[in-house]
C-alpha cells in the first residue's frame, strides 16, 4: 500500500490536534492491534464489535472519523452508515477492510463513506489517511479509486445490487471471495478469524443458495462478477 505514503502530519501525536477516531470491527485481536499502532498519532475514544453497538457509542462519543469495517453481522458497515449520516453528517467514515472487491468500495462510498483502505496499509500510511479524511480528502489506494470512478462515471445512478449475490451473508461473500482466488480451506480460517469447519459450513451454505456443486463453479461465478 506504498501509494498512501506521505509525510507525516506536525504535531499529529500532540495535545489538542489529536484525531478523536472510533473503531468498528468484529475481531477483538484487530482492534487492539489497531489501538496500539495509532496510539501515538490519534487518540481512540471507543470501539465496537456490532452494528447496534456502533451506532450507540458512536453517536454518544462523536468522533472525528470512524474507521470501519465492511463485513460484519447485521448488515456490516453499510448499516452503521446509513444509521449515522442522517443523525450524525459531521462525523466522517474510513472504511477499513479486507476486502478489496469493487462491490464493497463501491456500495460503502455510495453509502456516505470518505474513504477506503485494506487491512495491508501500515500504521503510518493508515495515521495519514485518517488525517485525510478528517480534513475533508478522499482516500483510496489507485486500484480501488479506479472502482468508484468506472462506477460513478459510467453508471452514476445504477444500483450495485445483484439478486444472486444478495442472497449471500458478508461472511459468505468474504469466504467464496478468498475460495475464488485459490486459498485453502486453512487458509481461509486463518484470513477471517475463523474455524476450518465453519469455513465449509460457510462453503456449503454458498453452494446450496448458489445451486453450485463445487469450488470450481463458484470460482467462475465470481470471476464474472469481479469479486475476485
Known amino acids: 500500500m506504498g501509494e ?35 496510539g501515538a498519532h490519534v487518540e481512540v475514544v471507543g470501539e465496537a464489535s456490532t452494528v447496534a453497538e456502533a451506532v450507540t457509542r458512536i453517536a454518544a462519543v462523536q468522533p472525528d472519523v470512524v474507521l470501519l469495517d465492511v463485513h460484519m453481522p447485521d448488515g456490516g458497515g453499510r448499516a452503521v452508515l446509513d444509521a449515522m449520516r442522517r443523525t ?4 466522517k467514515f474510513l472504511a477499513l477492510s479486507v476486502s478489496d472487491a469493487a462491490e464493497d468500495v463501491i456500495g460503502l462510498i455510495r ?19 485518517i488525517r485525510r ?39 459468505e461473500r468474504e469466504v ?6 485459490g486459498y485453502a480451506y486453512k487458509e481461509i480460517a486463518k484470513e477471517l478469524y475463523i474455524s476450518i469447519k465453519t469455513v465449509e459450513t460457510h462453503v456449503s451454505n454458498v453452494l446450496r443458495k448458489l445451486q453450485m456443486s463445487n469450488r470450481y463453479e463458484l470460482s467462475r461465478w465470481a470471476a464474472d462478477r469481479r469479486l475476485v
Open 176 to 181: 467464496l471471495r478468498l475460495l475464488a482466488r
Open 111 to 129: 453509502a456516505g463513506a470518505r474513504g477506503y483502505v485494506t487491512k495491508t496499509i501500515s500504521p503510518d500510511e493508515l495515521a495519514a489517511a
Open 133 to 171: 479524511v478528517a480534513d475533508g480528502d478522499a482516500v483510496f489506494s489507485p486500484r480501488l479509486a479506479g472502482f468508484v470512478l468506472d462506477a460513478f462515471a459510467a453508471r452514476p445512478d445504477a444500483p450495485v445490487a445483484d439478486p444472486e449475490l444478495d442472497q449471500l451473508t458478508n461472511r
Open 4 to 38: 498512501l505514503s506521505m509525510e507525516p502530519t506536525e504535531g499529529a501525536g500532540a495535545g489538542p490536534e489529536r484525531l478523536r477516531v472510533f473503531l468498528v470491527d468484529d475481531h477483538a485481536m484487530f482492534r487492539a492491534g489497531v489501538r496500539a499502532e495509532l
Open 88 to 91: 450524525h453528517p459531521q462525523v
